[in-house]
C-alpha cells in the first residue's frame, strides 16, 4: 500500500482516501465520489476492526461480502483497495493505541467504552498505511468525524478530513450496513429516527432555539416505535461535545437507540445551527 501511494505522490497525485468497513452501500460510494472530486487517485479500505468493538458487539456477525464489495468499488472508479487482515494490522505483540479525551467520552463513547480508542487507533494506522492528502468521513457518524479532525489537528498530520453528508433511504432512514440485521417492524419504525430530527429542525426553523424542547420532540417521536429503545437523545456543542441549552452556534443532535428484536444498534444526527 505505501509503496502504491509513494509512486502516486511522486507522480504529483493527490490521493483521496474513504476508509470503510466493507458491506459497501450508496453511502460508501457516495465518499468514493467526493474522493474522485478532490483527488487524482481514489483508494479506499475495507476492514472490520476488531479494536472498534466491544466484547458483546457484532464483530463477529459483521457482514463480510468481500467479494461483491471489490466489484461495487471498481465498478464505481476506486483505483486501489487496501483491504489487510487483523493479523497484518495487529502483530502479536501489539500494543500502541491512539487515545483522543474528553469528546471520545459522551454520546458512543459513553454506551461503547473503548469504541473510539479503537477506531482512532486504525484510523490512524490506515492513514500511514495509505498516505492521503485528503480522507472523507460521513456525517452519519458525527462523533467520529469530531474526533478524527480533533486527531489530525492535535498530532499535526498533514492531511485534510472532509466530511460528506449522510445518505438516506427514499423513506429518510440512514443508510447503514447494519440495515441488514433490522426485522421488518424495526425497519419500519427506524424512519422515527429521522423522523424527530426533521420535526427538530423545522421548529428551529420556527425560531425554538432551547435544546431541550427540540430534545423532547425527538424523544416522543422515537418512543412512539414499540420496536426502538434509546440510548441518547443529546443536543452538544460540535466543538467540545458538552450538553447545551441553547443553540448559540453548530449544535449536533445525536440519537441512539437498539432495537428490540434483533438487537441491532442504530444512529443519527443533524447539525442545526451550523455545520460540522
Ligand atoms: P462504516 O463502513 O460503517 O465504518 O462506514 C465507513 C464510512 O462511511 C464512514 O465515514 C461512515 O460515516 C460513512 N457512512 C456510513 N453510512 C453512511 C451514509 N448513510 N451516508 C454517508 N456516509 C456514510
Redesign the pocket.
Known sequence: MQDFSRIQRTMGNRIGFV????ALHK??L??LKYAQQVSDVSVMSIFVNPTQFGPAEDFSKYPRPFDADCERAKSNGCQALFAPTPATMYPKDYVTYVNVRTITEPLCGAIRPGHFEGVTTIVLKLFNCVMPHIAI??Q??AQ?CIVIKRMVLDLNMDMHIAI?P??RESDGV????RNSYLTPLERSQAISLSKGLGMAQDLFCKGVVQTGELLTVITQQINQATELHIEYVEAVSTLSLEKTDIIAGPTLFACAVRTKTSGTRLIDNCIIGGSL
Do not use: V, Y
Request: charged content about 10%.
Open positions: 476508509p470503510t468497513m466493507g453511502g460508501h457516495s465518499l468521513f460521513g452519519k457518524d467520529q460528506a449522510t445518505l440512514a443508510m447503514s450496513s
